[in-house]
């Protein structure tokens, strides 16, 4: 799963979440049954996992292109940059 299909994944996750929340509470309410609710809102959690958690094909839409170990040598590594400021004084 590349960085896109990540941030896609955790929006479906939670606006699955809300919106089985707000169904399971609203038919709960109008049936007037707290155990409906209860199972609605599990049946959502289930679909809602079995949505996000696999790493579906359209979750790697934009794949990383990774260096070969061939060109490591003509790429080095970057440097940190040192710092301008004043080293502070301890006591």
Same mark, same amino acid.
């Given at each position: 799963?590349?960085?896109?299909?990540?941030?896609?994944?955790?929006?479906?996750? /939670?606006? +699955? &979440?809300v919106?089985? %929340?707000?169904?399971?509470? $609203?038919?709960?309410?109008?049936?007037?049954?707290? /155990?409906? +609710? &209860?199972?609605?809102? %599990?049946?959502?959690?289930? $679909?809602?996992?079995?949505?996000?958690?696999?790493?579906?094909?359209?979750?790697?839409?934009?794949?990383?292109?990774?260096?070969?170990?061939?060109?490591?040598?003509?790429?080095?590594?970057p440097?940190?940059?040192?710092?301008?400021?004043?080293?502070?004084?301890?006591?």
């Amino acid at each position: 799963m590349d960085w896109q299909g990540q941030k896609l994944a955790e929006q479906l996750m /939670q606006t +699955m &979440l809300v919106a089985f %929340a707000l169904v399971a509470f $609203l038919i709960g309410y109008w049936i007037g049954s707290f /155990q409906m +609710m &209860l199972l609605i809102y %599990a049946g959502g959690v289930v $679909l809602t996992t079995l949505v996000t958690v696999p790493n579906w094909p359209f979750f790697n839409r934009h794949p990383l292109k990774w260096l070969d170990p061939s060109e490591v040598d003509r790429h080095p590594r970057p440097q940190p940059v040192k710092s301008k400021k004043k080293p502070i004084k301890q006591k």
